[in-house]
């Protein structure tokens, strides 16, 4: 006898076969892990950047766009996609985490160097990872600002730590977003603090002049100015940080 439970299941995985049907696709996953970077892209530069033609480009980004994945910004006739928000990050950084580092093929001093700034520091989405990343959840962790089991949670010495010291204003750390969640690290394969205190603490970062970018993409690293401020609140070694 079909029962309720039944149709529900039945939606539930016609939902999720949908949701899969959507990465399934090489060029839409290239793209997806591309604006994992938190960054609006045009329909142009992410064509260029997974290499085909921007109708084929257009044609992907309208299915992702679709699907829910993506979100679409205009300004003036300018059109640009990003990840719908930071649930869609996560999925992909989960994702990209559960099939494990990429073999990295070096061909050149340039790859070599990506690859290691990479590694050194990025941004997962709109927080911290790399080595830049753990170093900081580590350091809040043994200060028992972060409590660790189970998943991560915020304590009360730590949202004095994160308003106080670090001058986050509380109203962005009370969201609906979740404050704080673990994420696992492709290249540490270890954890590092997402959520609304992880994004709060990068933008914050960024601010102080802390850290900055490297070159186009994602990888970030510690100032002269962050290695001690970050040594300074937390301790940090900022030879763990080079």
Not at 88 to 116: N, W
Not at 161 to 187: Q, S, Y
Request: hydrophobic share 45%; with cysteine.
């Amino acid at each position: 006898m079909f029962s309720r439970h039944d149709g529900v299941v039945d939606a539930r995985a016609a939902d999720l076969a949908g949701l899969a049907a959507l990465l399934a696709d090489r060029t839409r996953a290239a793209m997806c892990l591309a604006m994992i970077d938190g960054r609006a892209w045009s329909a142009g530069e992410l064509a260029r950047t997974v290499r085909v033609a921007p109708s084929t480009a257009t044609e992907h980004l309208n299915r992702l766009l679709a699907g829910g994945l993506l979100a679409e910004r205009r300004q003036g006739r300018h059109r640009y996609v990003e990840l719908a928000d930071a649930r869609a990050a996560e999925l992909i950084e989960a994702l990209a985490t559960y099939i494990g580092a990429p073999p990295v093929k070096v061909t050149g001093l340039k790859t070599a160097t990506a690859s290691a700034a990479l590694s050194r520091g990025r941004t997962c989405y709109d927080h911290l990872a790399g080595r830049l990343g753990v170093a900081i959840t580590d350091a809040l962790t043994e200060r028992e600002f972060l409590r660790p089991d189970p998943g991560f949670a915020l304590t009360a010495p730590g949202m004095a730590f994160f308003t106080g010291p670090l001058g986050i204003d509380p109203a962005l750390l009370h969201t609906r977003r979740p404050l704080t969640r673990p994420c696992l690290d492709w290249t540490e394969r270890r954890t590092h603090l997402g959520g609304a205190a992880g994004a709060q603490l990068c933008r914050r970062l960024r601010e102080l002049d802390w850290i900055v970018g490297v070159g186009t993409g994602r990888a970030v690293r510690a100032t002269s100015a962050g290695e001690v401020g970050l040594h300074d609140l937390l301790g940090i070694n900022p030879a763990t940080l080079r």
